[in-house]
């Protein structure tokens, strides 16, 4: 089983939609959860970070859900720059630098 | 601030050859990276550094070798280039002490192809 999984899409959804992707992990003693961006031939870029109560960034939900060991991504209202590459990231158990990076799942809005 | 650079963007090697890559950061970082990514496969950890002076191994370090003898700077060695190695070569660097952030901040990436 991978350290990190998420489904590759794409998808695609029209501007306007609301779109969730799911990520599993497999060590339940991970301590931290983000997930980052990574537009076509770019670097990656932080978007948000998971706490355990769930967090909102604007029109962009994460929630942790520590018994299942899966963290979810929510986004609203989708613009046609949301379009990207999104990772799903833990860290290791016991907190620290070395982060495992999904495959990430790919978002096309289209008009 | 420029963040995190990376020279050079783009590099065709033959086979046997070697060169570095140089990575640079002026966030006062303590933690620096070398990842690879690669079609279906992820980023993948090759070297970290977690100060000036020390390295160690990440998941993917065969073939390379890595150097931190400044603070600012990680150094990425190939000694001899192998077509396996074509990839997008990014560093990362985070964990500034004031904020005990793990947000790792990342280069554009250097495109080394192997032929």
């Known amino acids: 089983r991978k350290e990190v999984e998420q489904d590759p899409g794409p998808f695609n959804v029209p501007e306007g939609a609301t779109v969730a992707f799911n990520c599993t992990y497999s060590?339940?003693?991970?301590?931290?959860f983000f997930w980052y961006r990574q537009d076509c031939r770019k670097e990656p870029k932080l978007l948000m970070s998971?706490?355990?109560s769930g967090n909102e960034d604007g029109r962009f939900t994460a929630q942790l859900n520590r018994a299942s060991q899966y963290i979810s991504l929510l986004i609203r209202d989708s613009k046609l720059s949301d379009s990207a590459t999104y990772l799903c990231?833990?860290?290791?158990?016991?907190?620290?630098?070395?982060?495992?990076f999904g495959t990430g799942t790919q978002l096309k809005v289209e008009l | 601030n420029a963040g995190v650079t990376q020279t050079p963007k783009f590099r065709v090697l033959k086979t046997g050859q070697s060169m570095t890559l140089l990575c640079a950061q002026d966030?006062?970082?303590?933690?620096m990276y070398w990842y690879r990514q690669d079609p279906g496969m992820g980023l993948r950890l090759i070297h970290y550094s977690v100060g000036e002076g020390t390295t160690a191994k990440g998941e993917v370090p065969d073939g390379y070798n890595v150097s931190r003898l400044k603070k600012q700077n990680f150094l990425l060695g190939l000694e001899s280039a192998a077509p396996s190695q074509t990839s997008v070569y990014f560093c990362?660097?985070?964990?500034?002490?004031?904020?005990?952030?793990?947000?790792?901040?990342f280069g554009p990436g250097t495109r080394l192809t192997v032929t």
């Open positions: 990362a660097s985070s964990y500034p002490r004031e904020t005990s952030s793990y947000e790792q901040y």
């Open positions: 060590n339940s003693a991970s301590q931290s």
């Open positions: 990231v833990v860290g290791p158990p016991g907190g620290g630098n070395k982060l495992t």
């Open positions: 998971v706490y355990s």
């Open positions: 966030m006062n970082h303590e933690y």
